[in-house]
């Protein structure tokens, strides 16, 4: 059975105005960024440079989530979209790998949908398919950045990381974060390991957890 643990001050107080504060300031330092990256997206992607997509936020709340688009609107003869792996071109390749992709997420942090840290927000499917420990994900908003994605995300299950976001909601204090930031700047930036993904073409689908307690797919995300 699972025990949700009472939050502390800093989640109740202040973790939320740090937010705000924090999606601010990005969208004012890199301001000339996002223009160039609109740009260059427009030409590259052949139209909207943005990609949006509902997802599950704090208590199971849908948004929408911004990101720059990194997969072009390529379709075959029929009208049907190519594979997922043929409309990520090169630009979008170079979006992912230096995560420039995720920048937009600041106006969903500033508006209230995220937090800086915090457990990745999935596919709005997967809410059918969580346990009763699992739902507990979403007691806070998600992050931009979160403790499963600096804790081995290329090679956790599902499982496993679904843990990480629990223990994460368990857990949460200011020095935290502060070390979730930190690790995330090595992995985004030095390392060039991305903080998330857009759709299934890196990552496979979370399909439920079995009575033996083992899921369906593992996560690049």
Known sequence: MYNHQPFGPYEKYFKRPIDFICGMAAVV??????????ILGTVFMKGN??????????????FKLIKFRTMDNRKDGEGNLLPDEIRLNTYGRFLRKTSLDE??????????????????PLLVKYLDRY???????????????????????N???????????????NNITFLGDVKIILQTVGKAFFKQEGISSE??????????????GVGAGRTNN
Not at 29 to 38: A, D, E, R
Not at 131 to 153: I, M, T
């Open 29 to 38: 330092v890199f301001c000339w960024l996002y223009v160039i990256l609109i």
């Open 49 to 62: 440079p943005f990609y949006t997509q509902e997802r599950p936020g704090k208590d199971e709340k849908i």
């Open 103 to 120: 920048l937009p997420e600041a106006f969903n942090i500033i508006k209230g949908d995220m937090s800086v840290v915090g457990p990745r």
């Open 131 to 153: 346990n009763e420990e699992q739902h507990h994900r979403h007691d806070v908003r998600p992050g931009l950045s979160g403790y499963a994605q600096v804790n081995g995300r």
């Open 155 to 169: 090679a956790i299950s599902w499982e496993e990381r679904f843990k990480l976001d629990v223990e994460y909601v």
């Open 199 to 212: 759709t299934s073409e890196t990552m496979e689908e979370f399909m439920g957890t079995t009575v033996e």
